[in-house]
């Protein structure tokens, strides 16, 4: 296995070196979290328990593309375009396990060359209101127009203070309300210590969102973010792409993927 290079992570990662955890350790890992379910692949409601009615839910998809771009995100030696395409194909993925099952459809019958058909067609009159947390969240978004055939996007930009570790708000295009109804979808690529995505949220809460119709997608999540968000939204889902076990002395997820802004845009 030493002399095989794994496709997209350049000659100096080798095969097995860098993958995504299995299920089973993430949620070992997601045990130091408070009020957290961890599941591998789509929930089932325990019986008597509707989903969503207590806990905050995280699924990390078991699939091995997810590890895939995981590894070739967690390179250091992986140039921006690469670690930005390998966020975007995370993005892609992670989207479209958040709307399984939640994209609303309405039915119709088309006519084929040969017969009509009876259709299911995802709804354009009730798009999915899309938040991407600038500017790193953005990136996740890159390929969203592949699942997302009706959307609206909202951005909403965020910088953390490196030495409070707290959000400062620079951009706000949210509208000045959200129906109840309303599926609201956010892209944070890393959830470390979860000031910003808190931020956030609290935001999307405020104008009349439901935390129940909320989904989070990022790439990577650690225990002390998941437990903040867990304690104020309870109903929220988040998709992540890996759990990893902590953060640094700075607030960085380990060992993670380092600054996915400056990694992204090479700045």
Known sequence: MQGRVCAGLGSRGRVGRTRAAPASSASRTARRARNVRVYAGPPKAPAGNPLGSSQMLVIVPPHPLVG???????NKY???????????ELGRILIYEAVREWLPVVEAQIET???LADVSIVDSEKPIKVVPILRAGLV???NAQTVLPASETYHLGLVRDEKTLLPTEYLNKLPDSFSPD?????SDPMLATGGTLAHALDLIVARGAKPENIRVICALAAPPGLSKI?????????????????????G??????GDAGDRSFGT
Request: negative net charge; charged residues 20%; aromatic residues 8%.
């Open 113 to 115: 060359p040969l017969a």
């Open 252 to 257: 960085f997820i380990v060992p993670g993927v």
């Open 140 to 142: 996740l978004l890159e």
């Open 182 to 186: 309303d599926k609201i979808l956010v």
């Open 78 to 88: 992986s140039p921006s375009a690469m670690f930005r395409n390998a966020l975007a």
């Open 68 to 74: 895939h771009w995981i590894a070739v995100a967690r």
């Open 230 to 250: 867990s304690d104020k939204f309870a109903g929220l889902r988040i998709y992540a792409g890996i759990i990893d076990p902590e953060l640094n002395d700075v």
